[in-house]
DNA sequence: GAGCAAATAGTCAGGGTTGACTGATCAGAG
DNA sequence: CTCTGATCAGTCAACCCTGACTATTTGCTC
């Protein structure tokens, strides 16, 4: 078999993609590419530790992604070690986020796993949890709707804001698909309650 | 500051919560654990690797969720250790799943990254990534259609393949996302493409 | 009955991630 | 003027995960 099976990056942490990218307009040390994450907002979509950053930039060193450029040190604070993007570097972050966007990967989100093993709980005490989990989740559409309208009405292109519509649109269906399997669960005619309750007697004694 | 903000795990893998879910139907060998969880297919749900899967039980082993019972050999094949559940490994196993079901948890999924960077591409090269990434999402759609519906035709009660159709809604709506964006960037009267190339312009020499 | 793939059962080095720690400087309160 | 807390800039040990490796036994084909 001669197929290439989307090779392993060299660096794998999606921090790494956010650092090549801001690489691409400038030089920076790695102190002022985490204030910049900061102050865009970049944790709600990517994750982000302090501590990682600067092992995510040396990574990228390392792979010939970025290169360091000069140490400057001002008064006695530590020395900033300014990265730059190397030519590699560039076609990484264009080939990178290609891939992103074209290829949807098969994910872990918490919830399927918690739905994989939710048979080991009582019916009814899986129904309260739900119905818990669906408060949350209004909540949180809240909020995130409350505060795109806010930026954009404060005059921002909505194209930067498109990460937290794609984040409403799966909460959205997220709820619905809670509300009906709460339904599911509980509807009086043809509910899985009873042989749900009985599935679990079975199992726990 | 007294408060607790859900205290971490002292495992926190996944894969250790299937495995207490497992355990609590009687003590068993991790190998066998290993085959269980491959033939149930929790390897779509759970993130899965035979490797991991001795290091969490260890954990688990230390953490005082479970304990080495004995230790049998067939053969000369190599030993196998036993492991069952302690009493703290029960209340742990249902405390973090109520947990799991009752609180949606921030997330990082790669393409909320992507969208968050995706202004550095071209507006064309954007939507024609886009158009590939919505068939991708109709296959993986279709195929898990077609799972669900022939194991529910073959008997299996929908609720063990409720995890399948959460994650069905979650595409449908990514799929319906994915539309709605490209044509929100190809719209002839008000699309964002002539805005997005400019800044792109700008952006890139 | 030899040869080979698959299944059985598990170990472990190498690399990645986390989160707590250090220590200097600056802005403002009292 | 001095004390406190925030910001600046970065390091590092401990822990966790992955993937590759070993080594036996069973099942199947030719």
Redesign the interface.
Known sequence: MTEKKTKKRKVGN?LG??VL?YL??GPQHPYELSRMLRENE?G????FNHGSLYMVVQQLAKAGFVTEQETTREGRRPERTVYALTDAGRKE??DW??E??????????????????????HPD??VE??R??LE??RE?SAEIRAMVDGTVAAGV????L??E???L??L???Q??TER?IT?ITDPENG?AP??ARFHER??P
């Open positions: 999606l993609l956010a990218s691409v307009q970049d709600r979509s990517i994750k972050q264009h986020l290609r992103l966007v074209e290829e949807p990967e098969h994910e872990y989100p918490r919830f399927v796993a918690a739905l994989s093993l939710i048979g080991a709980l005490e899986a949890l739900l818990h989990r949350r989740l949180q292109h909505p194209l930067f498109v990460e519509e794609y984040r649109a799966l959205t269906a997220d619905a698909f399997f599911q899985w042989a749900w199992q726990d």
